[in-house]
């Protein structure tokens, strides 16, 4: 198993609190993976950090609502969509 999938198992188990970001359609990069954290922190890519970077936000609103659903991303104004399927486990509260 990847250190990325033992990262989540373990947030999973632990209920602390993670999204995972996979890139589910584009022009590359599709199966890629990004896990968030609470606190912004991310290990893993999607295969650009300036998309990384946009996912986070829609990552941490996963995280705090459990919602999983798709998001499309556009790096520039001539480029492919990419899509991206976020899924969030919220934090356990005490």
């Known amino acids: 198993m990847g250190k990325l999938y033992e990262e989540f198992r373990d947030r999973i188990e632990q209920e602390r609190g993670i999204a995972i970001a996979t890139v589910v359609r584009g022009a590359a990069h599709v199966g890629t993976k990004l ?3 609470p606190d912004a922190s991310s290990q893993g890519t999607l295969g650009s950090p300036q998309l990384d970077q946009q996912v986070i936000g829609d990552a941490m609103r996963a995280i705090w609502s ?3 659903s798709t ?3 556009n ?3 001539d480029s492919q969509a990419i899509e991206v399927f976020i899924e969030g486990f919220p ?3 005490n």
């Open 35 to 37: 896990l968030i954290y």
């Open 66 to 68: 459990g919602v999983a």
């Open 91 to 93: 934090h356990r509260q």
């Open 75 to 77: 790096l520039e104004p």
């Open 71 to 73: 998001h499309t991303y």
